[in-house]
């Protein structure tokens, strides 16, 4: 008995010594193995006992959207069936044909083509609307889908079926993709005679060296530079090395350009200047506004930080995150975010808030605060904020919806038809607003503002409760018809502006587009402002 007892307390001590070296789960993990396992429960329950047949892979993608949805933006489940549209981006060998396009209400509408790329030499004219892509009609396809069809290897071909409105007929087009990729560097120019202005539209390949090239042809012009502009305007970012190689027309080598940081801190990494700089001392003005985002962000941020350059404009998008793909079995995949961009005053520029998608702006005191070379204090929590800011000038309600709606864009594919060429972009001039006003009657067009589809609401309502509401939101709606034209008169000036950029980005291309843009443009006046005032540049970068 005595013997047993001994044998038996032996197990008991080697199992619990032997316990003593089983790593035990933690709180953690054991809450995703609970976690995993009433999921797995509930998956199986609804896919055997809901009243109604279920599509057990439409169940569990339902549910894994709603779980990434519920993190940033960026963080994305790709499904099987996604995965060949996911690898052709992905890797960098896909090609587009040359034209951009925004759905206009339901209808996929052209709105820029680049010069002597495939959609320009094959005729597609912005205004054209595309039905169909190689025979597959794309009703009701979203933009990524759009986007996605257009692309294919370089040499591909790719059949539009376009309709053009004011033709009214039906256009049938053959494009062959190309390696060649939209101008990152559309356009640069001598303003005001000595300050040297360039537009960076996309950090993709060779962009840093553009720049520096647009730059060193610009002072070959003039030697005596007062300063340069750099037109970040809408630029969303693109390649990393490529914001390191912007930022290396300005600053020396081997500065800190970015660091990235993860949970796996074997993973993050610092990325430098490599090179020498085109000028470190140049008068630098940089423009940004809410669609300058990530690389845009970075080169800003940085030229900030370093108190390189005075920041002009609008508060960046606030896309600071850094994403990788893993595989998650069956062909399926997982891009998660996995790091964070941090520039060199420790500051992080991803935005913390969003609603349906996009970032929202929060509360200075929200935001932590860190400090540029010089001292001064820049925040943290949601984008770059300028340095000086200029107010966007078609952030009026009426003027967006005219141009989110498309109805400047319809309106000038109207407008040039049958005018086979425009004065040059010096003398362009739109001089018919009446006529504008006319097509808004004719065309009977609704802005959707806020209080047009709060009134929309009001009717809905009123006729499911019984009101007799009719007259008085007739009423309603004449006044707020007669509100809005008021208000569009009101902003005759900058319509006028809207108007004259579309029309020279018809025959000028985007280089006209931008060129148009810059006589009466209040960021780039300001620019050249605090460029040409070394006082009052200076009064800006230093400590606060």
């Known amino acids: 008995m005595n013997r047993m007892r001994k044998i038996t307390l032996a197990i008991l001590a080697g199992g619990l010594l032997g316990l003593a070296f089983v790593p035990m789960p933690t709180n953690r993990e054991f809450e995703i193995s609970k976690n995993l396992e009433i999921f797995a429960n509930l998956y199986r329950q609804l896919n055997n006992g809901y009243v109604d047949e279920l599509d057990p892979g439409v169940l569990m993608r339902t549910g894994l959207e709603a779980m990434v949805g519920s993190l940033d933006p960026f963080t994305n489940y790709i499904a099987e069936s996604d995965i060949e549209r996911y690898r052709i981006i992905q ?53 990524e889908e759009v986007d996605y069809l257009l692309r294919g290897y370089a040499g591909s071909s790719v059949e539009l079926t376009l309709q053009r409105p004011v033709e009214n007929k039906e256009l049938k087009v053959k494009l062959q993709r190309d390696e060649r990729e939209a101008p990152n560097v559309p356009f640069s120019d001598l303003l005001d005679g000595d300050v040297a202005y360039v537009s960076l539209t996309t950090f993709t390949a060779n962009a840093g060296r553009n720049v520096a090239n647009a730059l060193r042809d610009l002072r070959l012009k003039n030697p005596n530079l007062k300063g340069a502009i750099l037109d970040l ?26 660091t990235t940081k993860g949970k796996e801190r074997e993973m993050d990494r610092s990325y430098r200047t490599g090179g020498e700089a085109f000028d470190t001392d140049l008068p630098l003005a940089v423009i940004i506004d809410k669609g300058s985002a990530s690389a845009s962000e970075i080169v800003s941020g940085v ?19 850094v994403q990788n793909t893993v595989d998650i079995g069956y062909n399926a995949r997982l891009k998660l975010t996995i790091s964070k961009y941090y520039i060199p005053s420790g500051r992080c520029i991803q935005s913390v808030e969003y609603q349906n998608g996009e970032p929202v702006d929060i509360a200075d005191n929200r935001r932590a605060e860190f400090k540029t070379k010089n001292g001064r204090p820049v925040l943290d929590g949601g984008g770059v904020s300028p340095d000086i800011r200029v107010e966007q000038a078609d952030n009026i309600p009426v003027v967006r919806a005219l141009v ?3 109805i400047i864009l319809n309106y000038v594919t109207g407008y040039c038809a049958g005018k086979a060429s425009m004065p040059p972009v010096e003398s362009l001039q739109f001089t018919d607003f009446e006529d504008f006003i006319g097509y808004l009657n004719r065309e009977k067009i609704t802005l959707q503002t806020e209080t047009e589809k709060l009134l929309e609401k009001l009717r809905e309502h009123a006729g499911k409760e019984g009101y007799e509401m009719n007259a008085p939101i007739d009423a309603l709606e004449k006044s707020l018809s007669e509100a809005q034209l008021n208000l569009i008169r009101k902003n005759k000036d900058l319509l006028v502006q809207l108007i004259e950029k579309e029309i020279a980005g018809r025959y000028y291309y985007q280089s006209g587009r931008i060129r148009m843009g810059l006589a009466r443009d209040k960021e780039i006046a300001e620019a050249i402002r605090i460029l040409k005032d070394p006082p009052r540049y200076k009064q800006v970068l230093a400590k606060q």
């Open 91 to 143: 890797e960098g060998s896909s090609s587009g044909v040359g034209l951009s396009f925004r759905m206009v209400g339901k209808t996929v509408t052209v709105t820029e083509v680049f010069q002597d790329m495939a959609a320009d030499k094959s005729g597609v004219q912005p205004g054209d609307q595309i039905t169909a892509i190689d025979g597959r009609a794309i009703a009701g396809r979203n933009a």
């Open 233 to 258: 305007r809408g630029n969303g970012g693109g390649l990393l090395n490529e914001a390191v190689n912007v930022c290396n027309v300005f600053i020396p080598a081997n500065q800190i350009v970015v």
């Open 303 to 321: 030229m900030q930080d370093y108190d390189r350059g005075v920041l002009i404009g609008q508060r960046s998008y606030g896309k600071g995150l």
């Open 404 to 406: 989110n709606q498309g």
